[in-house]
């Protein structure tokens, strides 16, 4: 399963998504990971969750990032739940791009049977069908 928490800056996006972090960690029957583009979430979730910088392990573009999640889960199949905070920094903020990769991390997701959630910051008005069935 995939969710998107979409909105503009300073609409609650990441309140949103600490919270649901710190959900998975209680209830989730395997580990959480959140990937992450700076170290800004430190204080505000379990220390139980895995927290990765992607700044740290250059990710720049979606191959990339696809690459990592792939990785993550063939190092340990106990994910089941990740969590991406600022697809477009991490990528870059092309909205064509950020939706294809949406798209292939509910294909992973049903995959492999995970939990995916981004958050990206953009307007949700201006998204795709596809996309907004995922909001």
């Not at 989730?28 to 895995?50: F, M, N, P, W």
């Not at 939706?99 to 995970?114: G, K, R, S, V, Y």
């Amino acid at each position: 399963m995939i969710n998107i928490i979409m909105g503009l800056k300073g609409s609650g996006k990441t309140k949103k998504l600490i919270d649901s972090i710190n959900q998975a960690v209680e209830s989730a029957q395997g580990d959480v990971v959140c990937i992450e583009y700076g170290k800004k979430l430190t204080y505000d979730v379990s220390h139980r969750v895995r927290l990765v910088d992607s700044k740290e392990y250059g990710i720049n573009n979606l191959d990339m990032l696809k690459g990592f999640l792939s990785g993550l889960h063939a190092g340990n199949f106990d994910i089941t739940n990740v969590y991406i905070d600022n697809l477009y920094k991490t990528i870059g903020t092309d909205r064509a791009a950020g939706e294809a990769f949406i798209l292939w991390c509910a294909q992973f997701a049903e995959a492999n049977a995970m939990n995916i959630t981004v958050t990206v910051s953009d307007d949700p008005a201006g998204a795709s069908e596809e996309i907004k069935k995922y909001l």
